[in-house]
């Protein structure tokens, strides 16, 4: 079964520098990678989904990268700003159902 | 506008009683799913389902039971045999392929314990 972990649980940043998140993954024959922020009290937004053929994915000030050989993946986001707290999740696609495997998730704070 | 609502916000169970969870989609959506979220951990895959009138366990489906009559709801009974049903509860959707179309969530029904 795939496992999906995400360290550290919880990083605070100063405005204006990079974030750079990590998700590790134990079964390298996987489907896709996602990845998805959480407001508090909300459900999940969709930022960016790797295909295992892929190894990046680029949206504006993010891009998430895939290698499947370490068993990684990593969301950078560029210049932060304090709108970009949120707790961010990471999810492996483990099969052709859709199903996911969530990592408990980074609570990111940006500070002005 | 299209997305997935998900009613009510706040649920009350006393003990012994089922109560239902709604999920509605409008984005012509084939495959939902229901997750439960608990403090401080990632999200645990309850109940999926690609077509109508077909769905398959997730990894905790035990105290759970869906339906899905039809394509644009999937709702979540959480019976009474769900000894520890307090959580965050999501319901999701996502295209024909499932795997290869990001999933798409609602705002979540949080569900206590009188």
Known sequence: KQEVTQIPAAL?????????????????AIYNLQWFRQDPGKGLTSLLLIQSS????????????LDKSSGRSTLYIAASQPGDS??????????SWGKLQFGAGTQVVVTP | DGGITQSPKYLFRKEGQN???SCEQNLNHDAM???????????????YSQIVNDFQKGDIAEGYSVSREK???????????????????LCASSGYTGFNQPQ????????SIL
């Not at chain 2, 394509?71 to 509860?89: G, I, W």
């Not at chain 2, 798409?104 to 569900?111: P, V, W």
């Open chain 1, 12 to 28: 605070s940043v100063p405005e204006g520098e990079n974030l750079v998140l990590n998700c590790s993954f134990t079964d390298s």
């Open chain 1, 54 to 65: 892929q190894r990046e994915q680029t949206s504006g000030r993010l891009n998430a990268s």
């Open chain 1, 86 to 95: 949120a707790t961010y999740l990471c999810a492996g696609g483990a099969d």
């Open chain 2, 19 to 21: 109560v239902t969870l």
């Open chain 2, 33 to 47: 799913y229901w997750y439960r979220q608990d403090p401080g951990q990632g999200l645990r895959l309850i109940y």
């Open chain 2, 71 to 89: 394509k644009e709801s999937f709702p979540l009974t959480v019976t009474s045999a769900q000894k520890n049903p307090t959580a965050f509860y």
């Open chain 2, 104 to 111: 798409h969530f609602g705002d979540g029904t949080r569900l």
